[in-house]
């Protein structure tokens, strides 16, 4: 427990001690923070400006000026998992109610005063948390593989020969990756015009009639490796600084017409939002599982057999869709449908020697249930478009996303108290 007012089954509880970046009207510099309930630590007043040193208790942390200086995580993420623990075990150890310091915080009403944010009194405006270089996206949810490729090429066929031997990806767009709450346009893009089916197919430019939202995690890598070498599977886990919920905005209707032969381009590039907070690696460790099960008997290469059995996540995660006649969720799941983990993607990334570094995101792919109330896309639940969706008993359906409508993805387990916070953004109509 702490001492603040927080309950133990809180997302943002001391079991979690989530990292991201903020700013106030008091003080609009984008700086690290990290959340305590309906509270927010801030760094920067902790490390710098309270009567006792927030640090000052920790003499091993030896580069407290990257929550001083910073306006990303990235420094802070680069000192590597050993430094992340070391940093979240103490202000776990200074937010709890039987804190060995209570000097710097819970006794302080001057520190209190100048380091903790009310967000129930006070604006906290959140800014993405890292600088992102480059984004990757794979493809690890089978069950949503499977459901996309029966739509599209029949039950027998559904599964590519590889998809079983090897985390499938592509490289996305980092420069659109935003943070919850940030508003989406609807794109335009070329499609398919429907009066040429039959004959010679041929686009026309319009706006995307079939958006669609895609529920994820992401990792952010905290450490760089070099070009021209592999990590390995076993030794991926340090280069991983945290997790994030992530939606993948798709146009499925641009998707289609451009994905031949080398996959999707501009149906994905237009936007893709995170959740705000970063949930530590190690906060995530009472939540292991095991992934999926292989459908084939043929072993992994090498390079991708974990030591580690539990090397994916159950955490319960959920689809909302807000419009004027109320939130209604749509989709509720587990991160634990993945076949492939963030350590293998790690080890199949760099196996031909592509460097990574740190910021660089990696996105689950699409994270799937094996019933309809577990699909993490409207691709799923509306057979691509073929089938209404209910949005709860408001009598309002969807087959894609309506200009107006506010996604939100949200993911957690109360019983451990942590959790990601969501991940929220308003479709806006295309331009004209």
């Given at each position: 427990m702490s001492w603040l007012p927080v309950p133990s089954d809180h997302y943002f509880s001391v079991n979690n001690i989530p990292f991201g970046i903020i700013s106030t009207p008091s003080n609009p510099t984008p700086r690290p923070a990290v959340a305590i309930g309906e509270y927010v630590l801030d760094l920067q007043s902790f490390t710098s400006t309270t009567s006792v040193s927030g640090f000052s208790q920790l003499p091993e942390f030896t580069k407290p000026e990257v929550f001083t200086f910073e306006k990303t995580l990235n420094r802070f993420a680069s000192l590597g998992r050993a430094t992340h623990r070391l940093v979240?075990?103490?202000l776990q150890q200074v937010l709890s109610s039987d804190t060995p310091?209570?000097?710097?915080?819970?006794?302080?009403?001057e520190a209190?005063?100048?380091?903790?944010?009310?967000?129930?009194?006070?604006?906290?405006?959140?800014?993405?948390?890292?600088d992102i270089g480059d984004y990757t996206d794979f493809y690890a949810g089978r069950n949503h593989?499977?459901?996309?490729?029966?739509?599209?090429?029949?039950?027998?066929?559904?599964?590519?020969?590889?998809?079983?031997?090897?985390?499938?990806?592509?490289?996305?767009?980092?420069s659109s990756v935003v943070v919850s709450g940030t508003r989406v346009r609807r794109p335009r893009g070329q499609v398919m015009n429907p009066a040429s089916a039959g004959s010679e197919k041929?686009?026309?430019?319009?706006?995307?009639?079939?958006?669609?939202?895609?529920?994820?995690?992401?990792?952010?890598i905290g450490k760089d490796s070099d070009m021209g070498s592999s990590v390995g599977v076993d030794e991926a886990g340090e280069y991983l600084f945290g997790v994030v919920v992530m939606n993948d905005w798709s146009a499925r209707d641009i998707q289609a017409w451009e994905y031949i032969p080398l996959g999707p381009f501009t149906s994905k590039s237009f936007a893709t939002s995170i959740s705000s907070w970063v949930v530590l690696m190690d906060a995530l460790e009472p939540l292991r599982a095991r992934p999926l099960e292989r459908g084939t008997k043929v072993p992994l290469l090498p390079y991708l057999q974990e030591s580690n059995s539990e090397s994916v996540y159950d955490i319960p995660l959920t689809v909302s869709i807000k419009t004027p006649s109320g939130t209604h969720k749509i989709s509720q799941t587990s991160s634990s449908n993945l076949?492939?983990?963030?350590?293998?993607?790690?080890?199949?990334?760099?196996?031909?020697?592509?460097?990574?570094?740190?910021?660089?995101?990696?996105?689950?792919?699409?994270?799937?249930?094996?019933?309809?109330?577990?699909?993490?896309?409207?691709?799923?639940?509306?057979?691509?478009?073929t089938q209404k969706v209910a949005l709860g008993e408001s009598g309002e359906v969807r087959r894609f996303l309506e200009d107006g409508d506010v996604?939100?993805?949200?993911?957690?387990?109360?019983?451990?108290?942590?959790?990601?916070g969501e991940c929220v953004g308003e479709v806006l109509p295309a331009q004209k």
């Open positions: 979240r075990g103490y310091y209570p000097e710097i915080l819970k006794d302080n009403a209190q005063e100048k380091c903790l944010i009310n967000t129930n009194e006070e604006e906290v405006r959140m800014h993405l948390p890292m593989a499977f459901n996309v490729g029966a739509l599209f090429r029949g039950r027998e066929n559904a599964m590519q020969p590889n998809y079983e031997h090897l985390p499938v990806g592509y490289h996305g767009r980092a041929v686009p026309v430019l319009a706006p995307c009639g079939k958006l669609d939202f895609e529920l994820e995690l992401a990792a952010f076949l492939f983990s963030f350590s293998q993607m790690i080890a199949h990334h760099t196996v031909t020697g592509c460097p990574l570094r740190t910021g660089d995101l990696l996105g689950t792919g699409t994270i799937s249930g094996t019933d309809t109330q577990g699909m993490g896309s409207l691709l799923e639940m509306s057979a691509n478009g996604v939100v993805l949200a993911g957690g387990c109360r019983k451990v108290g942590v959790g990601f």
